[in-house]
């Protein structure tokens, strides 16, 4: 059933679920697995727009459907979201920025709006609110990985990260004041087949304008991005959760997996001068906000998020080859791009070998 208006108030007992940013890929993809979920009677989807309307429709089974496209202070919802259990903020904005990295422009004041009316409708016992691992900010002492033990510490640079930092701690206060549990989400860099053009034109892609020493880096699937959160709203997580696939990838590494591209490295602070000249005189050479983002570690562990039983389906270069959408390589399979890549980092390997082991040969002859 699917409903764009009042909800049809029923006798009902199970879960009414509500979902912002229901217009952009992440939300998207909650709305539906909400409405897959069993005892989960109503789910309000948030700035999902009629356009939506045919596929949700075709999505939606015993569960209630209501198609909000509202903006987050919009009056209307009021009567939408009444009697709401479960919230999930995935856009604060229109919708959390694919790219993991605080890149969409968030609206506190919205936010604060939709919570303070959201308290006078429903008694929320759980909210997930999405957020970025860049609220640990990107700085070159960082650990290699953070838990959720680290400190929140975003760059101040990165306008976007102070935001989701205030973000959090807004909708923490306000989860407390209710006796409602709060996880926050913090994934590394989300890639999928939406953003394939964001990712082959960010410092991500290795081509472009680079900083001299990029630090490593992690991609995390849309798909085990969203799981990651069924997962932590079924356990009712209160507290920050850390979303990443095992390990990370150096710059080497990825730029192996992108193949041959035109690159300009420079030191951090020039390009960040670069960068911002560029963006004032619609050049855009570099975004100034990634390009710090990019220049230092912000790696983080999955080890509670595992503890829930949550296994990547995708690893980082998985995850990236399936998204990039650039370079000579774009044609081959995700696969073959992979194996390639693997045989060259290997092969570069033995070079390096091969090289210590002829001029300690030389050395040793020089001594005799």
Do not use: K
Request: one cysteine or more; aromatic letters at 4%.
């Amino acid at each position: 059933m699917v409903v764009v208006g009042p909800p049809c108030h029923h006798e009902r007992m199970g879960e009414v679920v509500v979902v912002t940013g229901a217009d952009l890929p992440i939300g998207r993809r909650l709305v539906i697995a909400a409405l897959a979920e069993p005892g989960v009677d109503r789910v309000v989807a948030v700035g999902a727009q009629p356009a939506q309307r045919r596929l949700l429709a075709s999505i939606a089974g015993e569960a209630e459907l209501v198609v909000a496209p509202f903006s987050l202070d919009d009056p209307r919802l009021a009567s939408l979201c009444e009697g709401a259990t479960r919230l999930v903020l995935a856009g604060p904005r229109s919708g959390l920025d694919i790219d993991g990295t605080g890149g969409a422009e968030l609206e506190l004041a919205a936010t604060r709006s939709f919570l303070v009316m959201l308290a006078r409708v429903a008694d929320v016992a759980s909210v997930i609110v999405l957020s970025s691992a860049l609220v640990y900010g990107a700085r070159l002492a960082n650990p290699v990985p953070m838990t959720e033990d680290a400190p929140v510490h975003p760059n101040l640079e990165i306008a976007a990260a102070v935001d989701r930092a205030e973000l959090e701690r807004l909708v923490a206060i306000w989860a407390r004041s209710r006796g409602a549990t709060c996880a926050r989400v913090r994934p590394c860099v989300v890639v999928g087949p939406e953003n394939g053009r964001w990712l082959a034109r960010s410092p991500w892609s290795t081509s472009g304008l680079l900083v001299s020493d990029p630090g490593p880096v992690q991609f995390v699937h849309i798909d085990d991005l969203v799981d990651a959160i069924v997962r932590i709203g079924a356990a009712r997580v209160d507290g920050a959760v850390n979303v990443a696939p095992d390990g990370w990838l150096s710059y080497a590494q990825v730029r192996a997996l992108r193949g041959p591209t035109a690159r300009l490295r420079l030191s951090r602070p020039v390009a960040i001068v670069l960068a911002r000249v560029g963006e004032l005189l619609g050049l855009a050479p570099g975004d100034p906000d990634t390009l710090v983002a990019v220049s230092a570690p912000w790696v983080v562990a999955n080890d509670r998020l595992r503890a829930l039983g949550w296994e990547p389906s995708h690893t980082n270069e998985e995850a990236y080859v399936e998204a990039d959408r650039g370079g000579p390589w774009a044609r081959l399979t995700p696969r073959h791009r992979q194996q390639l890549a693997m045989g060259v980092t290997a092969a570069a390997a033995s070079a390096v070998v091969f090289g210590v082991v002829v001029w300690l040969r030389r050395r040793l002859n020089a001594v005799r």
